[in-house]
């Protein structure tokens, strides 16, 4: 089975800095990886997802990832952090075949300082 | 506006008292899951339904009943809670499940935060 794993469970980073989050996957076929993020009391909502096609993925508030195969990665990036993407965020994998077996990582918890 | 909504945000109960997590999305969406949310762990998979009357187990399915009477309904019921299921739930939904045939992420609910005693 696919799994998720999010080597960082807790980042602080400077506003204005750039932000880096790692997420390494376990599939052997094609996956579909998602990035959400989870602000404080509320639900998850998708930053971008990639299916196929062009590896690097723009996605919502300035954030993207890159899709490395050889590397099995996707991490998430931006250039410069807002202090109000201090938040959790999750990768996931899901797999090309199945309509139903998503895999959630554990989350990295991203600090912004002044 | 497109929601799940789910109720109650927060839960504090009892052992063994029987309770009922609603969770309601106004999107015609198919498919709807059930997530716990513990530290460390992320987000594990409870159930899941494909449609009306179609209900599968997830990852971590002991302890918890769904039912889909209707299609945009999906209670989570706990028969008789215990201590270890203390957790942040999630609901959450897609039009046409998570994988091949659908390009469209899960809309997520807001969250119940149980706590039993």
């Known amino acids: 089975a696919q799994s998720v794993t999010q080597p960082d469970i807790h980042i602080t980073v400077s506003e204005g800095a750039s932000l880096e989050l790692r997420c390494n996957y376990s599939y052997g076929a094609t996956p579909y990886l998602f990035w959400y993020v989870q602000s404080p009391g509320q639900g998850l909502q998708l930053l971008l997802k990639?299916?196929?096609?062009?590896?690097l993925v723009q996605g919502i508030k300035g954030f993207e990832a890159e899709f490395k195969r050889s590397q099995s990665s996707f991490n998430l990036r931006k250039p410069s952090v807002h202090w109000s993407d201090a938040a959790e965020y999750f990768c996931a994998v899901g797999p090309e075949y199945n309509n139903n077996d998503m895999r959630f990582g554990a989350g990295t918890r991203l600090t912004v300082k002044p | 506006e497109a929601q799940v909504t789910q109720n109650p945000r927060y839960l504090i109960t009892v052992t063994g008292k029987k309770l009922t997590v609603t969770c309601s999305q106004n999107?015609?969406?198919?498919?709807m899951s059930w997530y716990r949310q513990d530290p460390g762990l992320g987000l594990r998979q409870i159930y899941y339904?494909?449609?009306?009357?179609?209900?599968d187990k997830g990852d971590v399915p002991e302890g918890y009943k769904v039912s889909r009477k209707e299609k945009r309904n999906f209670p989570l019921i706990l028969e008789s809670p215990s201590p270890n299921q203390t957790s942040l739930y999630f609901c959450?939904?897609?039009?046409?499940?998570?994988?091949?045939?659908?390009?469209?992420?899960?809309?997520f609910g807001d969250g119940t935060r149980l706590s039993i005693l």
């Open positions: 990639y299916f196929s096609g062009d590896t």
């Open positions: 339904s494909m449609n009306v009357e179609v209900t």
């Open positions: 959450a939904s897609s039009p046409r499940g998570v994988g091949l045939y659908s390009n469209q992420p899960q809309h």
């Open positions: 999107m015609n969406h198919e498919y």
